[in-house]
Every structure is written in structure tokens, then in C-alpha cells.
């Protein structure tokens, strides 16, 4: 059964920092594009971070540059998203997915999603 598992979430305060997980199973993460997305009440659904099969690319939105920083371990078949200096308005539902092109993780999110994990960022 084809699973994407994301972990890690939880309350913190402004400033401090959170390592999400999102742990696969049923497909060789590596072989996809991947990334975080994420949504708050109210709110669309937005893209993160997204990084290129091959791990040489990576996108980054504007908001959480310098402060995220997405990694894979391929023995693990798991992403992560490392988030430093977080602030309330990181605050969302954030969510992983698995795509077959790296625009499309971009542009679009991705053919396989996890169940979300909820961040919440207050003092």
C-alpha cells in the first residue's frame, strides 16, 4: 500500500525550531521529486519547499528561505523539512507529496500525499 507518513509536528515557540518527517512506503522516494506543503485555516494551500529527484535542485518559497532546509535519507525512503526560526505565521497543516517532475512538485504538489501534520507557532 502506497503511504506517505509525515511526523514531527507540534507546538513551539516563535523563534524556536521543528524537524518534520515524511516517511514513505510503497515507493523509492528517491526516484520522485519531492517537497512540503502547507495550509492554514483560511487559507490555499502553499508550496514550501520541492527538491529534484536527483537531489541537485531545490525550491525554496520566499517565506522560508534561510530559515527551512529540505533533506532525504534514502535508506530510510524519508524526507524531512528542518524549519529554524520559526515564526507564528509558519503556523499550518503541513503536508508532503511525491511527484514525478520536479515543476510539477513546484507548480502543482504531487501525485502522492501524506495525511498532514499540524505546526503551531506561539508563545
Known amino acids: 500500500q502506497l503511504q506517505l507518513v509525515e511526523s514531527g509536528g507540534g507546538l513551539v515557540q516563535p523563534g524556536g525550531s521543528l524537524k518534520l518527517s515524511c516517511a514513505a512506503s510503497?515507493?523509492?522516494?528517491?526516484?520522485?521529486?519531492a517537497g512540503w506543503f502547507r495550509q492554514a485555516p483560511g487559507k490555499e494551500r502553499e508550496g514550501v519547499a520541492c527538491i529534484s529527484s536527483s537531489d541537485e535542485t531545490t525550491y525554496y518559497a520566499d517565506s522560508v528561505k534561510g530559515r527551512f532546509a529540505l533533506s532525504r535519507d534514502n535508506t530510510k525512503n524519508t524526507l524531512y523539512l528542518q524549519m529554524n526560526s520559526l515564526k507564528p505565521e509558519d503556523t499550518a497543516v503541513y503536508y508532503c507529496a511525491a511527484a514525478p517532475l520536479f515543476s510539477m512538485c513546484v507548480h502543482l504538489g504531487g501525485d502522492y500525499w501524506g495525511q498532514g501534520t499540524q505546526v503551531t507557532v506561539s508563545s
Open positions: 510503497g515507493l523509492v522516494l528517491e526516484n520522485f521529486a
